[in-house]
């Protein structure tokens, strides 16, 4: 264990905050190097290798618990002298960054950008160019509906450095602590992402693809279109019984998850806060015996009834 935690400390600095953290990772590779009875290769750092000056890392955060958050990840944070993060990293995230690195918040919210997209990419670049250390962190992960290659194309044309860190996104993470398999040999063969919130002008979704039984649909940012994407899918043939789940705060302790069929979707999103993640298919079915994540019990919900039948 010694000779672990001695490459641990020079590849990882360590903190209070990330002393636990630490010990548990030094723990579980002491535990597989002596059930293999061999020496273990060595640990070669990639994405988490030292930020250079001026260098961007685009870091995805996961959807909310921080035990979900790469090994890179939490060691390019306490690399930073400036973070970049949205709105929806959660507040146990951001107790991972030291307190002496600027925290600069971008966030977003439906309807609402406080810091337009162009101005984002203004400071990555400026922070980038005055020789900054830079962490840009994004709930999810960065290449799924989070924009990230949009601001790499910024860096790119300016001839800045920067790397990628993926993140789990919140399709799977959220799924699977409200216990929804996102396929399944007897219920779904496929699965599609799809983001409820279309550029101005952008082209409507291809709803007669979409609408099939043996598809699993994740909706990011789709709540306030919810009943959009009813109307769709059911006048493009999908069953109107079919089983739908409103995700609300998926992975934190105060995940909520409202379940109904999809003439309920409209009226479920509509008592969901932000974030929510939208599913729809058979795999729904499977959460009453598959739900294994405990949420604080005084704001879960397994099921909740449309407002219509309030």
């Known amino acids: 264990m010694a000779l672990f935690s001695a490459l641990a400390s020079t590849l990882w600095p360590v903190s209070e905050r990330t002393k636990p953290w630490m010990t548990r990772m030094v723990r579980t590779l002491t535990a597989l190097w002596q059930h293999s009875g061999s020496t273990p290769a060595p640990v ?3 994405v988490g290798q030292p930020l250079r000056a001026g ?18 990840a939490v060691n390019l944070l306490q690399q930073a002298d400036v973070v970049v993060y949205d709105r929806l990293v959660s ?7 030291p307190t002496t690195t600027r925290l600069i918040c971008v966030g977003k919210a439906a309807s609402f950008h406080s810091v337009p997209q162009s101005r984002i990419n203004e400071i990555l670049i400026e922070q980038s160019q005055l020789g900054a250390r830079v962490v840009r962190l994004k709930g999810g992960d960065s290449f799924i509906f989070g924009r990230g290659g949009e601001e790499l194309e910024q860096l790119a044309a300016a001839g800045l450095v920067f790397r990628v860190v993926p993140g789990i996104t919140a399709a799977s993470g959220c799924t699977t602590y409200a216990g929804i398999p996102l396929t399944h040999r007897k219920y779904a063969q496929a699965v599609t992402f799809i983001t409820g919130h279309c550029k101005s002008g952008g082209e409507e979704p291809d709803w007669s693809s979409l609408a099939v039984s043996n598809h699993t649909l994740v909706i990011y940012m789709g709540r306030l279109e919810a009943q959009r994407i009813q109307e769709q899918l059911i006048a493009h043939g999908m069953d109107e019984q079919m089983p739908v789940a409103v995700i609300e705060n998926g992975t934190r302790l105060e995940q909520r998850v409202l379940s109904g ?50």
Do not use: Y
């Not at 806060?273 to 005084?298: D, K, M, N, Y």
């Open 44 to 46: 070669i750092p990639v």
């Open 55 to 72: 260098e961007v890392a685009l870091v995805g955060a996961g959807p909310g618990d921080v035990e979900l958050l790469t090994v890179a």
């Open 91 to 97: 507040p146990a995230i951001l107790k991972l960054v």
């Open 261 to 310: 069929e999809l003439t309920h979707l409209a009226s479920l999103a509509h008592q969901a806060a932000s974030p929510a993640l939208l599913v729809i298919g058979h795999v729904v079915e499977l959460r009453e015996s598959l739900q294994w994540f405990e949420p604080l019990t005084s704001v879960a919900e397994s099921k909740v009834l449309p407002e219509s039948a309030l």
